[in-house]
Structure formats: C-alpha cells, structure tokens
C-alpha cells in the first residue's frame, strides 16, 4: 500500500513544475483574420455560383424631404396690427351673496365686529415680542383674515365677513395661547 501510494506521488510530479497552458494573446487578436475557405477549380468551372446572389428587393423609403398631409394646408395671413390700446375697461364682477333677512345681517354684523375685535385684541398681546417662525405664519394668516373681513364689510358681504372674522379670531386665539 505504500509502494501504491509513494508510485502515485512520484508519478504526479512537482507541483511546482507542472506545465500550464499558455494564456492567449488578446491583443493580437486585432490583427487575425478569418481564413476563407479554399475553392477548388473543378468547383470553378462546372458553372455553379461559389457565390449565390444575396441582394434583398427592397423598396426605397420615402423621402423625408416630402411631407405627406391628410388635409390641405392652412393659408397664412398676417395679423393686423391691433387698433391703439385704450384704457381697459373693468367692470365690477357681481359677487353672489345669499339674501340675507334683517335679523339675519344683523346677527352677522355684532358677529363680525365682535370677532375682529377679539382678533385685534389678540395680536395687540404679539406687539414688541419676538416671534418664532411658526408665530409669525400664524400673526401673517390672522392679519390676511382679517383684511378678508374687512374687505366683505365694504362690499356689505356679511357672510364672508364673519366666516373670515372668525377664522382670525380662532388663529389669534392660538397665536396669544402660544405666549403663555
């Protein structure tokens, strides 16, 4: 069994001295061509194409110099110069506003004012303090509200005015509880 093992050993060689193939050149490549096949004259002279004819019949494609159109085209026509531009002329936009009763207009009138006065109040507690950068959102929103209500009072729109009044009287009330 020794002997086996010591002849398998001896038989396989070094390790270091086995020989290995040798790597291709793939630089060379570039300069290696393809060897054609080699014809033979009787294959010449028997009258048969080495060659067979491999055009394809293809159409041209169209030309893209032609535009071809399912409609005739449309005729230019110049522009005339627009007459000297006179000052516009703006008519006021009717606002639609639900009819509102006496008591209605009212009621909508001491809510209105009383809502603005809390807001006022409110942001009479912001004056001279340095405000944070969500307060200053808040006191910019509160102000826009209550310009919208004062706004709706000119133009008799009480709805609005109270809806706008009271969205910056919540805001003002938010704004002054975050003093505190």
Known sequence: MAILCFSVFALTGCATRQVKAKPFPWNASANMRPLAPEVQESQL????????????????????????????????????????????????????????SAAETSAAQQQTSQSLGIAEKNMGVSEGKTLNAAQQDLASKVRSFMAEAQEAVRTADWIRARNAAKKAEVLSQELAGSFQ
Not at 49 to 56: A, E, F, G, K, T
Not at 75 to 80: E, F, L, M, S, W
Not at 89 to 99: E, F, G, H, M
């Open 45 to 100: 002279n028997d009258g048969s194409d080495v060659i067979p004819d491999l055009q394809p019949d293809l159409t041209p494609p169209p030309s893209t110099l032609v535009i071809a159109r399912s409609v005739p085209p449309r005729p230019r026509v110049v522009a005339a110069a627009p007459p000297p531009a006179e000052a516009p002329v703006r008519t006021d936009v009717p606002q639609l506003a639900p009819q509102l």
